[in-house]
Structures are given as structure tokens and as C-alpha cells.
């Protein structure tokens, strides 16, 4: 165990990493503590809210709009922020790790926006902490390079700001605590963690030189979450001194109870308000675990058959698109996860085509962009809105009101075509316990049979798994879904595994076991999985 630092009332317990006193600064450590003494009381709350309101759920209360703000979404003259500097188009975003080959690679893509991804794509280790915030840093001062194992460079060919992908980071959601940064014995919330010493470091910079400090708001569950964010944004431009409305905000719509807040959660950050976006693998995973132990209405099949042409996902598209229109923000689609590959030529086709197909529904629907995980999907998202754009930076002039908001239809679950087979839940196995494997090395985006899992993928996995023992569902065989024959599969599919030297497989088959088969249902399986390599004598080093 190392023995804690206490720099400016912050206690460090970890070891400390190289260049790690350019971003813990005596200035940037008091900001911090500042944001989370203002806040902390206020977060806990709202997490015992989200443990009521689950509770409520699965004791068969639907969600619903909400009465007492209705006149919210009635008044038809609110509308959030002017668009801000750098966030006009954003047609292609790419999306992932802020580790330095994955940075630059990002920022050489071609997009639009590159989502600096501090959340779900990325292990919380403290290697991972500071270095993704040293890797920001350097992007912005021009001097982010890399040099592979095998000798092959890599480095940022843009020279200011705005010949680069707009950044967008994403801190870490509610939920996550930095256990490595204490106050009073008390950790810090990650996310303030994050925020916070982005901020501090670098929106002076963004904005002299044409941009300015954009986020990505993930896990919010209502419209009080978005609040104690917009709280927090208030208070951070007042301590830096930098005139209120200056950050933008785009809110993840990817939690079930969100989907009925749109418009309140808008509201709630309508000074520093860019838009929402379809978080459609965690809205997935949010629908299984609010309504994990309701019955066959809410059982789903296997999860590649859930797309985004189901009835209760369009219904959420298609109201998001509205709601962020009427209130003239951005709405940008959801995670294209496909990583092309290049020695498979009539598989890559394949699947581009499935992109092309995915991205061409959003744009017809009127998203105003897109998400993709790879360099390699950007010329496709592209092409797909240049053509439905052309010259326009985005379409919000596309009111959709053709859509009725229906919180009924939102619920549509048992609508959901398809059927749970023996494959996609070895699948589900697979996918499970080689991304935790991969998470626990301090890797959070793992390449697995050719598309990019994260943390929501993976949930998804784990969760769908533990509903389906849990509700003794039925696969298309007539096989009854046991803890018993998950077992036996797990132990098959894990004995195909391909081990290597240093592997965490047996800590992350122990770790799958917890999360998908045991009797309690964790919230989130990062959390037992963050608390697991923070008890061994070293963390994972970084991706």
C-alpha cells in the first residue's frame, strides 16, 4: 500500500506516476477540492434517488412523463445556447480512449468531433487518470507523439486548434468515485475529477485559440442530475473567471428514466446546452437492469438482434431528434462499433454496408451526426450525411413534428423482434469475460470479434444473462435458461480462451461469475471490477 501524499487538503494514496505534478498543481488541486466540497452532499443524494427510483421500477411503477413539469415542455419559447466555436458541424464524431496512439490516430481522422473518452472506454486506473489528462494537454500544445513497440511513429498532422477534430471529453458518470484523491477520508467523484482538472488546465487555451470546453454528460438518470452539472459548470467559470455560458455540454440519453426527461434535461443546462445524444448500448443495458424482474414484458433477445429498428429504440430516436430540435440543439446518433477488417474483404463489405445502412436511417430521421469508433468508418459516415447535409452544417431546422411524444412507446419492449438462442448467450459469455479481462489490464476498449467493446457492451452482456436465469427464460431450442447450465457453458467457453502471460482471465471469469450469475444484481459491474485492482499491490498500466 502507498503511503498517502496530502497536497492542499487532497489526500493521494497512489503511487505517484511521471509528470504527474504538471496536472496535480497546488492551483489545479485547490479547483478540485472546491468543485467537490460544493457538491458532494448533493451527488450523494442523487445516487440514493437512483437506488428509490429503481426500486420503484422493478415494484412495478412504469416510468412516466412528469406531471410537475409539464410546463416545461409546453412553454414552446425556451431554447438552450447559441451554437458555440467548433460545435456548428458535427456530422462525424469519433469516439474513444484518450491513450496516446488511440488520441492521435482520433485527431487524424477526419472527423468532425473526436469524444475524448474518459468513461466508458477507459480503466480508471491512476496511470490512465493522468496520463489521459497529460495526453490533452500535450494534443492542445502540439507536441502529442508516439512511437510504437515495433518503431512505427505516430504524430498529430494538424497545427492549430481548428484544423483539428473539435474535443469533446467525457468525464466519468455519477457513479464512479477516484478512490486515489481524498478529501476528509472522503473520494473525490470521479467525474468532478476529471472535469475539473481539464477545465482548469486547458479552457483558458481552448478558448483564446478559437474553442472552447466541451463535455459529454454520461449515466444521468433525470433532469436534477443535469442540474448539479449545470451547478458545477456555473461555479467552475466563476472560480477561473471565464464569462458564464462558455462550456458546452451534449447529455448521453442513455438510461431509461432520461428518455422521459429530454426536454427538463435540456432545460435544466439550456446556458451551456449543445445537444443529446442516442447512447444507445447503455440505454439498452439501463432497460435490463430497471426492469431486470418484471417479467417476459421486458425479457429481450439476444443482443445482436436488438437494433436500432426495434420499436421502443425508435421511438426513442425518433423523440430525442424532436425534443432537441424544438429547442434548437443538436441531436447526434448512436455508436457505430464495427473495427473494418482489412484481410476479410467480403466480411468488411458486409459490414460497412450495415454502417452505411445504420448511419443513412439517422440522417433521415434527422440526426445531426453521428458516433464511430474507427478511423477507418469515417469517409463512410461522411458520405452518408454530406449527401443528406450538402453544404448545411446540420439540419435542426428538421422539426420532426410528425413525432408525438409517447411515453407508452418507450416501453414497447415486448415488441422487440427475435428470440434468445444458445449462441447468443455463449456469446454473452465470450464478450463478458474478455472485456473484463481486458478492463482489468487497464484497457477499457477491447477489440473483440471485430467490433469495439466498452463498458456498456459489456454490460449488456452481463446483465442480459442475469435476467435471463433470473426470469427463466426460454431459448429457441425450448431450453429453461439455469444458473446450472450457465455454468456449464461458462466453464466450455472458458476453456477456449486463448491464455497468455500476465492474463487476468481467472480473476475476470471470478469477476463475470459475480456480476451476471450471482444472486444481488450490481448497478454497474465497473464498480467491483474498479474495487478489485485497486486491492492488489500494482494497478494495471496504461492501454
Known amino acids: 500500500m502507498n503511503d498517502p501524499i496530502t497536497l492542499n487538503g487532497i489526500s493521494l494514496t497512489a503511487a505517484p506516476i511521471r509528470r504527474q505534478e504538471e496536472i496535480l498543481t497546488p492551483q489545479a488541486l485547490d479547483f478540485v477540492k472546491a468543485l467537490h466540497q460544493a457538491t458532494h452532499t ?60 488511440m488520441s492521435i490516430n482520433a485527431l487524424n481522422s477526419g472527423a468532425k468531433v473526436w469524444l475524448a473518452d474518459m468513461e466508458d472506454s477507459s480503466t480508471p486506473s491512476w496511470s490512465n487518470v493522468i496520463n489521459g489528462q497529460l495526453n490533452l494537454r500535450d494534443a492542445l500544445d502540439n507536441r502529442l507523439t508516439f512511437t ?21 471529453v467525457r468525464p466519468r458518470g455519477w457513479h464512479l468515485p477516484e478512490k486515489h484523491m481524498l478529501v476528509n477520508n472522503t473520494p473525490i467523484a470521479g467525474g468532478i475529477v476529471d472535469f475539473g482538472l481539464y477545465f482548469f488546465h486547458n479552457a483558458h487555451r481552448l478558448i483564446a485559440e478559437g474553442r472552447g470546453p466541451y463535455f459529454y454528460l454520461p449515466k444521468i438518470e433525470n433532469h436534477l442530475e443535469a442540474r448539479l452539472w449545470n451547478d458545477i459548470f456555473i461555479l467552475a467559470q466563476d472560480l477561473l473567471g471565464i464569462p458564464q455560458g462558455t462550456i458546452r455540454a451534449t447529455v448521453l440519453i442513455e438510461t431509461i428514466t432520461a428518455a422521459f426527461e429530454m426536454e427538463e434535461i435540456l432545460y435544466e ?82 459490414a460497412l454496408e450495415r454502417v452505411r445502412a445504420d448511419k443513412t436511417r439517422e440522417a433521415a430521421d434527422g440526426f445531426d451526426g453521428s458516433w464511430v469508433a474507427h478511423p477507418d468508418l469515417v469517409p463512410v459516415a461522411l458520405e452518408v450525411f454530406d449527401g443528406v447535409l450538402g453544404d448545411r452544417p446540420n439540419q435542426r431546422e428538421r422539426l420532426r413534428e410528425d413525432v408525438i411524444p409517447n411515453d407508452k412507446d418507450l416501453l414497447n419492449i415486448a415488441a422487440t423482434p427475435g428470440m434468445i438462442t444458445e449462441a447468443g448467450i455463449r456469446s454473452n459469455i465470450e464478450v463478458g469475460i474478455r472485456y473484463i479481462e481486458s478492463w482489468l489490464r487497464g484497457n477499457g476498449a477491447a477489440a473483440i470479434n471485430n467490433l469495439m467493446e466498452d463498458a456498456a457492451t459489456a454490460e449488456i452482456s452481463r446483465s442480459q444473462i442475469w435476467q435471463w436465469i433470473h426470469s427463466s427464460a426460454v431459448t429457441s431450442d425450448g431450453e429453461i435458461i439455469t444458473a446450472h447450465w450457465v455454468q456449464e457453458l461458462l466453464e466450455e467457453e472458458f476453456g ?23 444472486e444481488h444484481f450490481p448497478t454497474f459491474l465497473t464498480v467491483p471490477a474498479y474495487a478489485r485492482f485497486l486491492h492488489e499491490s500494482r494497478e494495471p498500466a496504461a492501454a
Not at 414552446?76 to 447559441?82: E, F, G, K, L
Not at 476479410?344 to 458486409?350: E, I, L
Open 42 to 101: 448533493r451527488r450523494q443524494e442523487l445516487l440514493q434517488d437512483r437506488q428509490a427510483r429503481r426500486k420503484q421500477i422493478s415494484n412495478g411503477a412504469d416510468p412516466a412523463f412528469l406531471p410537475e413539469t409539464r410546463h416545461i415542455r409546453e412553454d414552446d419559447s425556451w431554447r438552450v445556447a447559441p451554437t458555440a466555436p467548433g460545435l456548428e458541424d458535427r456530422r462525424v464524431e469519433i469516439t474513444g480512449p484518450v491513450d496516446r496512439k
Open 148 to 168: 510504437s513497440p515495433e518503431g512505427k511513429e505516430y504524430r498529430v498532422t494538424g497545427s492549430t486548434l481548428t484544423e483539428l477534430p473539435t474535443i469533446v
Open 269 to 350: 443546462l439550456r446556458d451551456h446546452a449543445a445537444g443529446l445524444n442516442a447512447g444507445r448500448w447503455d440505454y439498452i443495458f439501463s432497460v435490463i437492469k430497471n426492469f431486470r424482474t418484471r417479467g417476459p414484458r421486458f425479457i429481450l433477445p439476444d443482443r445482436n438482434l436488438v437494433t436500432m429498428t426495434a420499436p421502443f429504440m425508435r421511438s426513442y430516436t425518433e423523440q430525442l431528434v424532436r425534443a432537441c430540435h424544438r429547442r434548437g440543439a443538436h441531436a447526434i446518433g448512436g455508436m457505430a462499433a464495427f473495427i473494418p477488417n482489412r484481410r476479410d474483404k467480403a466480411a468488411n463489405d458486409v
Open 496 to 518: 477456449q480462451l486463448e491464455r497468455f502471460p500476465g492474463d487476468r482471465f481467472d480473476d475476470a471469469l471470478e469477476l463475470f461469475e459475480e456480476v451476471a450469475c450471482g
